[in-house]
Structure formats: structure tokens, C-alpha cells
């Protein structure tokens, strides 16, 4: 429990230096409930005797707004840069951050998800423990799209609005190794 109240206020805070980072009041990301809605999962893999004949878990971004990631000294996860596949060395005590899906809808591509895997290793148990800020529960009947204040005609919105119920269930329904991601059904 004393986790999880540190992770609220470490997704607060990030969400404040969002808000600043995009020229807008420090309060913003938290004032339209990005910080709220946080679930935590914890992901286990044993090792593997044959770590070439499987995967850990395919290429993706996360559906959600931020993502804090936990993880153990055992390597295994990857993340996505010019079409080439890079290692993230875990660090003792260190957190892995990453922009969701829906940081890059209200951005309006200021800030990108980070396409990332998780790749089978004959040594472990690697342990990695997500926590997804994904909003609260009262966006998800609300339109949902690039902040209006981000917007101009030298920046206009880069998606359309959308209820982010429907994100969502196209996100969870769709296969992780299809070619067109959820996301780009909302790209104007």
C-alpha cells in the first residue's frame, strides 16, 4: 500500500512536469484526471531453456496515458528506435517511464508512445511490475482528443475525437501482431 501511494504521487508530479513541458499550466494533466485511474500489474518470467523458439511479449505500445515500470536486475526488456531493437538495462532502484497511447493523443504527437517488447531469456525469473495511469473512470464516455489549447492552425489536431471506451476496447480486442495499431484508426 505505501507503493502505491508513492506511485500516485511520482505520477502526479510527472504529470505536472508533462503539463509544463507543453507550454501549459503545471495543474493541467492532473486537473483532466490523467493521474487518476492507476492499476498495477506484476508480470513473471521463468527462465527459459530455449529463449530463441519464444517470445516474451511482442512489439506494442501501452493503450494507456503514462506508464511507470518496476523491474528486477534481469534484462529482457526491449524499446523500438529507428526500426532497430534496443536494450533497457535495468538500473537498481531505478524506474523505466513510458508515454502511452493517450500522452500522445493530447499532445497531438508532441509526445510519442514508445513501441517496446519483452523478450525470453535463459536466465531469471525476471519480475516487472507496470503501474498504467489510464484516467479516470469518468473520461471514458467523454470525448476524448488533442487538447484544444495545443491546437492552431500552424498545429492542428493530428486525431479525431473519440470516446475512449471505444479506444480502449479496440485496443484490448485488436492482435498485437496486427499492422494497423488502434491508435492510427484516430489519425486525421
Not at 528486477?72 to 532497430?84: F, K, T
Not at 479516470?136 to 470525448?143: G, I, Q, R, T, W
Not at 484544444?148 to 498485437?176: Q, T, V
Amino acid at each position: 500500500m505505501e507503493y502505491i501511494k508513492h506511485l500516485k504521487k511520482l505520477g502526479e508530479t510527472l504529470f505536472e512536469l508533462l503539463s509544463e513541458a507543453l507550454g501549459l499550466q503545471p495543474d493541467h494533466l492532473n486537473s483532466i484526471g490523467c493521474s487518476k485511474g492507476c492499476s498495477i500489474v506484476a508480470h513473471y518470467y521463468p527462465p527459459c531453456p530455449q529463449p530463441e523458439l519464444t517470445l516474451g511479449v511482442r512489439k506494442h505500445a501501452d493503450a494507456g496515458i503514462l506508464t511507470v515500470l518496476l523491474q528486477n536486475h534481469i534484462g529482457g526488456l526491449q524499446v523500438l528506435h529507428d526500426d532497430q531493437w534496443f536494450d533497457v538495462h535495468p538500473i537498481r532502484g531505478g524506474l523505466v517511464i513510458n508515454i502511452g497511447d493517450l500522452l500522445q493523443v493530447l499532445s497531438n504527437d508532441k509526445f510519442k508512445s514508445v513501441k517496446h517488447r519483452a523478450i525470453a531469456s535463459h536466465v531469471g525469473p525476471r519480475i516487472s511490475v507496470p503501474c498504467f495511469f489510464s484516467g479516470h473512470a469518468s473520461l471514458l464516455d467523454k470525448p476524448f482528443g488533442p487538447i484544444k489549447d495545443l491546437l492552431s492552425e500552424a498545429n492542428p489536431p493530428r486525431y479525431k475525437e473519440f470516446l475512449l471506451k471505444e479506444y480502449l476496447a479496440k485496443f484490448f480486442s485488436s492482435s498485437l501482431d496486427d499492422n494497423k495499431l488502434p491508435l492510427d484508426y484516430y489519425k486525421q
